[in-house]
Nanobody, 124 residues
Framework: QVQLVESGGGLVQSGGSLRLSCAAS????????LGWFRQAPGKEREFVAA???????YYADSVAGRFTISRDDAKNTMYMQMNSLKPEDTDVYYC??????????????????WGQGTQVTVSS
């Protein structure tokens, strides 16, 4: 069982920045594909970014060029630097981990471990 703990959410003005962290307690962290998803009340959870075991990165079109995902396998931690934040980025952000294999890291189904979520609020 993988335990994931997110941190770094908060309230920021439009155009500002936040850095989310996701700390994992698991053996073999380096083998996992890691992802960030977000969800607003009443809406489906949506893909934001992912990084696989080769450190290949994937981004939703809505955040490409503004968000950067990274990982530090020595610290069992994943990060997401969010710049040029917009009010529409307001959501609860969840980190996810899975042995995704050849499945698309943009899908929810390959991930079987999820954090509790951290709120990001961007004011206009």
């Amino acid at each position: 069982q993988v335990q994931l703990v997110e941190s770094g959410g908060g309230l920021v003005q439009s155009g500002g920045s936040l850095r989310l962290s996701c700390a994992a307690s698991v053996l073999g962290f380096a083998s996992y594909t890691l992802g960030w998803f977000r969800q607003a009340p009443g809406k489906e959870r949506e893909f934001v970014a992912a990084i696989n075991w080769f450190s290949n990165t994937y981004y939703a079109d809505s955040v490409a060029g503004r968000f950067t995902i990274s990982r530090d396998d020595a610290k069992n931690t994943m990060y997401m630097q969010m710049n040029s934040l917009k009010p529409e980025d307001t959501d609860v952000y969840y980190c996810a981990a899975g042995l995704v294999g050849h499945a698309s890291p943009r899908l929810i189904s390959p991930y079987d471990n999820w954090g509790q979520g951290t709120q990001v609020t961007v004011s206009s």
